[in-house]
Structures are given as C-alpha cells and as structure tokens.
C-alpha cells in the first residue's frame, strides 16, 4: 500500500460545531504531517508529528488540534473554527528518521468549508 | 530567513513543446534540500524530485530533467514534449534548519502549468 487516505474529502461545517479529519498510511513511516493550503496558494505546515509525538506546532491556533494515536494514524481536531479556516487540507507522511529532509507522500485533502 | 521564489505563475504551452519552470532561492544555510511537486487538478501533492545542497548533479527521469546551479541559487525544472497529462501547478521547496535547529519548508508559489493539446 504506497498511498496516504484522507476523509472525509468534502466538510462543511458551522462555527460551533466540532469536528475531524483523519489520515491513515500503512507505508511504515514514522513522520506525518498536516498541511492547510488555501486557493491558489502553496502549502503551509502547521504540524509535524515524529515517531507519535508532535515535534513541529507552527503557531497553530488552538482550535485546531492534532493527535496522532498510533504510527499510521493521524487525526486533526476542529473545534470553534472561523469562516477564513476555508482550505484544503493536505496530510502527508515521509519515510527514514529526517524528517522534512525526506520526500513526502501527500493524500488527496480535506476540502473543508466554515460557515 | 529562506525564500523560494517561482516567477512564473502561469504557462501556455501546445503539446510536445519543451517547457522550463524556474525555482530561486534564497537560504543562509550550507546544508539545506530542494524539492519539486506536481499538485494536478485532483488536490493531492506528487514528489517528483529531491535534491541535497551537495550535489549538484543534474537528473533525467524519463521527459523530466533537473539543472541545480548553486552559483546563481536556482533549481530548475524542464518538461520535454509536454504532454496533456502534465498540466497542473508545480511547486519547489526548500527545507533547511531554522535559527532553532528545527527543520523549516518552504514552497514557491507555484507555477500553474496547462498544456493545450
């Protein structure tokens, strides 16, 4: 299995709700990360998790919340969110111990919608 | 601070032309990693390349090749025959460390390419 899976691929969700976005790879990567890329813009990192445990926190605010439970599996916790949280949603793993050194593997997002 | 600029936001080409995306960048660092990314329109990010501060070597993959000039800090991408199937927004990014220590990216802007058949 060479792919990282993401769901759901569409959400639209209002500001009070709470919701998840998860992503799962079965490559044996120890190192996954969660991208938010708006339109027509590149990709900004917000979290790096490395061997389970969150090593890159790119001043996220705190109404987004990652969890990693195990090493394939990586979840992205909504709470609270404002209109302009509005992106795709990239999950990406990578192999070896160097972390963004390494190529990664992307899913195909989470097009999530605030209302 | 590190900067990847992409000067091309978008081009045209008809099938089979060759076409060259640019990628420069600026970084302090000595040791530091270069990348290239295909996004198609289908949202997901495809690794295409990787390339260390080390090697200079240019790379040819199949239509694809690569020249990585550290002496003007470019990283260039070039697609011979273009293909239909290339159309999609490339992306270069540089990681290296930050004032930290900690492992920094940063993408170019991208460069939408559409090819007409």
Known sequence: ?115 | AQKVTQAQTEISVVEKEDVTLDCVYETRDTTYYLFWYKQPPSGELVFLIRRNSFDEQNEISGRYSWNFQKSTSSFNFTITASQVVDSAVYFCALTSPDSGGYQKVTFGTGTKLQVIP
């Open chain 1, 1 to 115: 299995d060479t792919e990282v899976t993401q769901t759901p691929k569409h959400l639209v969700m209002g500001m009070t709700n709470k919701k998840s976005l998860k992503c799962e790879q079965h490559m044996g990567h120890r190192a996954m990360y969660w991208y938010k890329q708006k339109a027509k813009k590149p990709p900004e990192l917000m979290f790096v998790y490395s061997y389970e445990k969150l090593s890159i926190n790119e001043s996220v605010p705190s109404r987004f919340s990652p969890e990693c439970p195990n090493s394939s599996l990586l979840n992205l916790h909504l709470h609270a969110l404002q209109p302009e949280d509005s992106a795709l949603y990239l999950c990406a793993s990578s192999p070896g111990t160097s972390g963004l050194y390494n190529e990664q593997f992307f899913g195909p997002g989470t097009r999530l919608t605030v209302l």
